[in-house]
């Protein structure tokens, strides 16, 4: 079976660090690119950053370029978002999924195998 998990959520006080964990089990996911999205309450589904499989090329979302970095551990078989300077528009449940890497979009529609998601606050 197919499954992401995401992990590593919290909260953090303004100007704080956080590292997501998304763990594929059920698939190698080496060979897949994975995105890494958010929602907020009341808010649409946004892209934050993407890895590719081929290369390790990264895409990030203009909200989150110079804090967020994405990277990938193949032998444990995950994907990490480390996050830095956050805000408190950060705030949002955070998903990962595998799709297709684009360079300059990242489009939940057209993404799969969604985990349950992991919860960032960002509040003092």
């Known amino acids: 079976q197919v499954q992401l998990v995401e992990s590593g959520g919290g909260l953090v006080q303004p100007g704080g660090s956080l590292r997501l964990s998304c763990a594929a089990s059920?698939?190698?996911?080496?060979?897949?690119?994975i995105g890494w999205f958010r929602q907020a309450p009341g808010k649409e589904r946004e892209g934050v950053s993407c890895?590719?499989?081929?290369?390790?090329?990264?895409y990030y979302a203009d909200s989150v370029k110079g804090r967020f970095t994405i990277s990938r551990d193949n032998a444990k078989n995950t994907v990490y978002l480390q996050m830095h300077s956050l805000k408190p528009e950060d705030t949002a449940l955070y998903y990962c999924?595998?799709?297709?890497?684009?360079?300059?979009?990242?489009?939940?529609?057209?993404?799969?195998?969604w985990g349950q998601g992991t919860q960032v606050t960002v509040s003092s």
């Open positions: 999924a595998t799709g297709p890497f684009r360079r300059s979009t990242l489009l939940h529609d057209e993404f799969d195998h």
């Open positions: 890895i590719s499989a081929s290369d390790g090329s990264t």
């Open positions: 059920g698939f190698t996911l080496e060979y897949y690119a």
